[in-house]
């Protein structure tokens, strides 16, 4: 015999409860008062109230007694602080880092959630967002699982080793353990069309990087320690994340991988669908189904609809390829 939640119960009686007394409303204000009405009119009328009714008290048992246990919060698109857009109009905003941090501590403090599920489907993007984020979910009190949908690459791979574990499909794309950086040597453009650079600047590696001048090897080996360190920290958060040697994540070489490959290599914990998933976040916490919660940014409406206009599967890690802005040296995981 199935076994209904008192939450359930609780939300049944106030939606009906709900509809019942604006149905008594509709009857009484169409219906018994106004004797110039039809009774046509005054049943469609009441009908019509008492539709809104069962509305308004669905949405307030939802607030007041939600069903949910598990939420899903979505990593999608190039990370960055901010979700700044990208340097042509054809490029899709990036996930703005802070608003996922926002959602995952969100979903932390709500009593009903029990279970973190964290939608991967990014390329990477920078550094330091990518880890505000992967520390927000390693401090989730509770199941954290992590699952790449077409692209857990780079940055989206470093937030993964913050979950317990890592699940993807057979075809999709993970790894990318690398750091990049990148400049535009527009220098002999320049010279071409009669341009120049001047420098004032105080301190010797205060322009590093900047497109329109030659680099030296002092400044190339200055801007190359850099992405050392970032590498350095990168390798030490996923061996200590996922359990892997240090030696074993730097022989990766930054590669990237299908789904099938990075399960027998130990670069993800299980294969399977969404719905493997959450039969596994079921038995974890003890119950025979669970009930999952898109969490979104608590943003305004139509900065959600320009946001989701945006969202793309991508198909390379960000150190595939990439395009110069033309603002000198950038830096991105």
């Not at 040697?245 to 294969?271: C, K, N, S």
Request: hydrophobic share 40%.
């Amino acid at each position: 015999m199935p076994v209904v939640s008192s939450g359930r119960i609780d939300r049944l009686v106030v939606v009906v409860g709900g509809g019942l007394a604006f149905a008594s409303l509709g009857v009484a204000l169409f219906i018994v008062f106004p004797e110039t009405l039809t009774d046509l009119l005054g049943v469609i009328l009441a009908l019509a109230v008492a539709f809104v009714g069962v509305r308004l008290a669905g949405n307030a048992a939802s607030s007041l007694f939600p069903d949910y246990d598990v939420a899903e919060v979505a990593v999608e698109g190039p990370i960055s602080r901010d979700g700044g857009g990208g340097r042509l109009p054809t490029t899709p905003g990036a996930t703005p880092a802070d608003d996922i941090v926002e959602q995952i501590d969100r979903a932390n403090d709500d009593d009903n959630v029990r279970g973190l599920l964290l939608k991967l489907n990014t390329p990477g993007g920078e550094v330091v967002p990518s880890d505000d984020i992967r520390l927000a979910a390693k401090r989730f009190d509770g199941p954290t699982i992590a699952y790449a949908t077409d692209v857990c690459a780079s940055g989206g791979y470093w937030i993964a080793s913050g979950c317990d574990e890592l699940w993807a499909r057979e075809g999709s794309i993970v790894g990318s353990i690398g750091v990049i950086g990148s400049r535009i040597n527009a220098s002999d453009l320049a010279e071409k069309i009669g341009l120049s650079y001047e420098r004032f600047a105080a301190g010797e590696y205060k322009d590093a990087g900047t497109a329109l001048k030659e680099m030296d090897d002092d400044e190339r080996e200055y801007l190359q320690g850099l992405i050392d360190d970032y590498y350095d920290t990168f390798v030490e958060r996923v061996s200590d994340g996922r359990d892997l040697e240090p030696a074993f994540v730097r022989d990766t070489e930054a590669r990237i991988y299908l789904g099938e490959q990075a399960y027998d290599m130990d670069l993800v914990d299980h294969l399977g669908t969404r719905r493997e998933i959450e039969d596994e976040l079921a038995d974890r916490l003890d119950t025979d189904e669970v009930t999952v919660e898109e969490f979104e940014p608590q943003r305004p409406l139509m900065a959600r609809v320009g946001a989701g206009a945006q969202q793309v599967a991508y198909a390379f890690g960000a150190g595939v390829a990439g395009l110069g802005d033309g603002r000198g040296f950038r830096l991105r995981s």
